[in-house]
């Protein structure tokens, strides 16, 4: 199964296996991974599953759609920066093997 590396804001490091079509965020929820609230339970409705991408993986998941619900919804997440996602949206695959994905401070 591919991995997902998610690093806490104070660097703490944890590493998840994930099943082929899970949500990076669905994965962190499961395994209670500190630092993704998730409080609309994936629907893509609240940014408290707000992540930034490590730079590796920016070229391959790319950025939200200027418009789309994401983008919106980005829009309200702490701290916002170029290489935000929600991990609600973040679908695992085996390409993404590896990934890894940083908390900011706080969800809310």
């Given at each position: 199964?591919?991995?997902?590396?998610?690093?806490?804001?104070?660097?703490?490091?944890?590493?998840?296996?994930?099943?082929?079509?899970?949500?990076?965020?669905?994965?962190?929820?499961?395994?209670?991974?500190?630092?993704?609230?998730?409080?609309?339970?994936g629907a893509c409705?609240?940014?408290?599953?707000?992540?930034?991408?490590?730079?590796?993986?920016?070229?391959?998941?790319?950025?939200?759609?200027?418009?789309?619900?994401?983008?919106?919804?980005?829009?309200?997440?702490?701290?916002?920066?170029?290489?935000?996602?929600?991990?609600?949206?973040?679908?695992?695959?085996?390409?993404?093997?590896?990934?890894?994905?940083?908390?900011?401070?706080?969800?809310?």
């Amino acid at each position: 199964m591919p991995k997902v590396t998610y690093i806490e804001h104070d660097g703490t490091a944890h590493t998840i296996e994930l099943l082929i079509g899970e949500s990076v965020m669905r994965g962190a929820v499961d395994n209670e991974v500190p630092g993704i609230d998730a409080d609309c339970g994936g629907a893509c409705a609240c940014a408290t599953c707000h992540v930034y991408l490590d730079p590796a993986w920016l070229d391959l998941l790319g950025t939200p759609k200027p418009g789309s619900q994401e983008a919106s919804m980005l829009s309200f997440a702490a701290v916002a920066q170029p290489n935000s996602r929600l991990s609600c949206q973040i679908k695992m695959t085996e390409a993404l093997d590896g990934l890894t994905v940083r908390m900011p401070e706080g969800q809310h």
